[in-house]
């Protein structure tokens, strides 16, 4: 027996040792590496910031990219809990300095809230290429307001095909630039698709609602209705929109889908498709508003068809509402009944006219270009009905 026999058990426990710590340190490795991780431009606005959360609570990694406005609450529920970089997509991506160490990183999912011109999806296929799993755009039913829609039923996706004159494609894309500029995103995705192979679908929402709105227009007709009895003025509605149908969408609901979208295998989606969403009832603007008095139990208050312009908040489209019955089948696309839908926001704008965590937004509202024709009343009556005595000092 010499010593080098003796002292070979010991080298070899460690040998054991060190791998069992190196498959340890593997298997936390894979443990992180196994959420999956989701690229969201936008995400802290209406749509976004109820997306971020439903990725959150289903376990993905969630990296966000905007201008770092945080609206409402979505600093608090929203911000610490992702990985955010600031930057403004109308400048550049390439112009911030942070993108460049996300550049190699691969996403299971791109979730696109804030894409509004070509060149704004361009850069993202520039910087990720093949990187990313699947790309979800949300675009809009403004696109219908540039194409050749040739029937006077609901718009079909099939809808959304320019006319082949030249002229007269120019004349469209004119009359509405928003939908242009949407359309020319979702054929620059078909295109980097034969590029690079990403799968994509494309979300054509009409209005959305839906608690914590930006735009304020849900929580303007709900003021002027809630308010009437200190405003004393009618409330007037544009005659060309006043009666005719139209298409929503909460803004859940699309959040929802969005999600299940995100746990669906993306092949299904390799050549691209394109979705209308929106509630199965069609109310008119009139109907609307007969929809948020009633739950305001105010009946009585007089809504007139009007002159133009009238305050013409909804809908944004001429072209009617959005056929939905393609969702219906391919994602089983079920959203909220809207009478449901309309009881909750009636609720939330309630409560947040009196919150003064909202003052910021209670602002933005009173000072919106919507109600620029009475917006000392309006935010006099508002004071009156929401504001605590100790806030009116604060004023
Ligand atoms: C929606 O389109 C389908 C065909 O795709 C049609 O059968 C259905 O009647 C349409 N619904 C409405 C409300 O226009
Ligand atoms: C619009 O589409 C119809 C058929 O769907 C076609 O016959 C017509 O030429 C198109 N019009 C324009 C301006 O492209």
Redesign the pocket.
Known sequence: MNGGAVSWPAPKSLVILILLLYTRILDCKTLAKSAPQALVFGGNGLLGASTVEKLLVGGFHVTTINRGNWYWDSGIKIKPRVHHVTCDRLLSLKSCKEIAALSKSKFDVAVDFSGYHRFQIQEVFDIWQDRIGLYIYISSDSVFEVC?K?HDGYSRETDA?????VL??EEYAKKDSYGHRKLLCEEELQFQNMKWGVPFVSLRLPDVIGPRDNTYRWWIYQLMIRLYPHLNSDIKLPRSFCEKPLSLVHSDDVAEVIFDLCSQNPEKFAHGKAYNLAFKENPSLFELLDLMKSELEMPDVPVTCGEEPGVHLYPSVTLGPVNTSLAERELSWNPSPLTETVKELVIFYESASRNPEFRREQEGMLNSAHIARNQQDMSKAFNKVYLTVSMRDEL
Request: no cysteine; net charge positive.
């Open positions: 050749n040739s095909v320019r006319p082949n004159n007269i494609r």
